[in-house]
C-alpha cells in the first residue's frame, strides 16, 4: 500500500450470512475445534470476496467477534452479559475492576488472516469512551466504578496493549471505531450535555492514549456518523463535522475515516480545516440496503474532496461497516457490488492523477 493512490478497504465489518450468525450464537453446542474449522472457512471466504473485489486492505468483517464493542470482554475480566432493559438485545455490561483476560485476541485475528491472504490488514478496535457510553450503566457498574470516566481510563492500557501486540504482528492499519465522538456533532447530544466540550476532549484525549508513543503501524480513527445505526433502523445524528473541527486537530493519528454520503453529514469543504498532511479515509460509498453507487457518482465524490485534499491524502471506504450489528440486513451479495465499483473508481483516479 506505501506510495499506492487512492487504496480501496472497508471499514471492518461485513455482513455475516445466517450460518456465520447461527455459529457465533451456538458456538458452545460444538467442540473447540469444530467451531474454529468452520469459522475458519467462513473466514477464509470473506477475505476472498474482498480480493475478488480488488480491495487493497483486507479485514476479516470482525466475524470472530460476537459484539461490535463486547470484544473488549475477551481481552479483560469485569464484564457480565446480561440482556439490555430496553430493547432486550444481549449486553455486555462492567461489573468490576477492568484486568486483563487474554490479550493478543484481536492479534490473533491477523495472525490467521496473514495465513490466508498477503494484502495489508486492518485491524480494528472500540474506542474507550465508546465503551463507557455502552457498557457501564449507573446501576449495575457503580460498585466497581461509581465514575464512568474511571471506567474508560481503566479501558485504555487493555487497549493500548492490544495495539502493541497488532503493531508487533506487523498489521497495516489498526483503527479505533469511535462513533461517540460523532455525537458531539448534533446540537440535540450536545444539549444533553453539561459541557459538550469537555466531554469531546475526554473522547480524543482517550484515543491519543491508546496510541500514544505507538510507532510502526498506521494509527486511525474511525469518525463513525452511525450509518450502521441507521442500517439497523435506529435513531441516527446529523450535523457536519464543524463543531468537533477543534477536537479532530488534536487527535494524533496517521488517518481519519469520515462519512460524507448520507443525508445530513455535512460539506467536504470542512475538509480544509483538517491538520496538513492527515489521510483521509473518504466515506464515499453508501452502506445503506439497496443503494449501490456508480462508479461515476463515487470518482464524483472523491473529486469534490480532492478541492481540498492532495491525491495522496485519500483513501476509498464505504460511509460504515457493514454489519454494526446482528440485526444488519445489508445482502453480502450486493456489498460485492459496492465494493466492486468502489474499486473500479479507484482505478481510475490512480489512472487520472498518478
Known amino acids: 500500500m506505501p506510495g499506492l493512490l487512492f487504496p480501496a478497504s472497508v471499514i471492518g465489518s461485513m455482513p455475516r450470512p445466517a450460518f456465520v450468525k447461527e455459529l457465533i450464537a451456538d458456538n458452545a453446542q460444538r467442540s473447540a475445534e469444530e467451531y474454529e474449522r468452520l469459522m475458519a472457512s467462513a473466514i477464509?471466504?470473506?477475505?476472498?470476496?474482498q480480493e475478488a473485489a480488488g480491495l487493497d486492505v483486507i479485514t476479516d468483517g470482525e466475524w470472530r467477534r460476537k459484539s461490535y464493542i463486547?470484544?473488549?470482554?475477551?481481552?479483560?475480566?469485569?464484564?457480565?452479559?446480561s440482556l439490555?432493559?430496553?430493547?432486550?438485545?444481549?449486553?455486555?455490561?462492567?461489573?468490576?475492576?477492568?484486568?486483563?483476560?487474554?490479550?493478543?485476541?484481536?492479534?490473533?485475528?491477523?495472525?490467521?488472516l496473514k495465513q490466508v491472504t498477503g494484502r495489508d490488514i486492518k485491524a480494528t478496535l472500540p474506542a474507550?469512551?465508546?465503551?463507557?457510553?455502552?457498557?457501564?450503566?449507573?446501576?449495575?457498574?457503580?460498585?466497581?466504578?461509581?465514575?464512568?470516566?474511571?471506567f474508560v481510563r481503566d479501558c485504555v492500557p487493555i487497549l493500548r496493549r492490544e495495539v502493541e501486540l497488532l503493531r508487533d504482528e506487523g498489521v497495516s492499519v489498526v483503527q479505533v471505531d469511535d462513533p461517540h465522538l460523532c455525537l458531539f456533532v448534533d446540537p440535540d447530544v450536545r444539549a444533553t450535555y453539561d459541557d459538550p466540550e469537555r466531554a469531546s476532549d475526554f473522547a480524543v484525549d482517550m484515543d491519543n492514549e491508546v496510541f500514544a508513543g505507538i510507532k510502526g503501524v498506521k494509527r486511525a480513527v474511525h469518525l463513525c456518523r452511525r450509518a450502521g445505526a441507521r442500517v439497523r433502523g435506529e435513531a441516527s445524528y446529523s450535523g457536519g463535522y464543524e463543531p468537533i473541527l477543534k477536537q479532530l486537530g488534536r487527535l494524533e493519528v496517521d488517518h481519519v475515516t469520515m462519512e460524507f454520503t448520507a443525508p445530513g453529514a455535512g460539506e467536504m469543504e470542512v475538509l480544509k480545516h483538517l491538520p496538513e498532511g492527515l489521510e483521509v479515509g473518504l466515506g464515499c460509498v453508501s452502506c445503506q440496503p439497496g443503494v449501490v453507487d456508480s462508479v461515476d457518482s463515487i470518482i464524483e465524490r472523491v473529486e469534490s474532496a480532492l478541492r481540498y485534499l492532495s491525491p495522496?491524502?485519500?483513501t476509498l471506504n464505504p460511509d460504515c461497516g457493514f454489519a454494526p450489528g446482528s440485526a444488519a440486513v445489508v445482502e453480502i451479495d450486493e456489498?460485492?457490488?459496492?465494493?466492486?465499483?468502489?474499486v473500479e473508481a479507484a482505478a481510475r483516479l490512480r489512472e487520472k492523477y498518478a
Not at 335 to 342: A, D, G, I, M, R
Open 44 to 49: 477464509r471466504y470473506v477475505v476472498a470476496l
Open 70 to 81: 463486547g470484544v473488549i470482554a475477551e481481552l479483560a475480566h469485569g464484564f457480565e452479559l
Open 312 to 314: 495522496e491524502q485519500i
Open 84 to 112: 439490555n432493559p430496553a430493547d432486550g438485545r444481549p449486553w455486555t455490561v462492567v461489573v468490576d475492576k477492568l484486568s486483563p483476560k487474554q490479550p493478543g485476541f484481536i492479534m490473533q485475528e491477523v495472525r490467521f
Open 335 to 342: 456489498v460485492y457490488s459496492k465494493l466492486k465499483n468502489e
Open 128 to 150: 474507550p469512551a465508546l465503551l463507557g457510553e455502552r457498557m457501564w450503566d449507573a446501576g449495575i457498574s457503580s460498585r466497581a466504578y461509581p465514575d464512568r470516566e474511571d
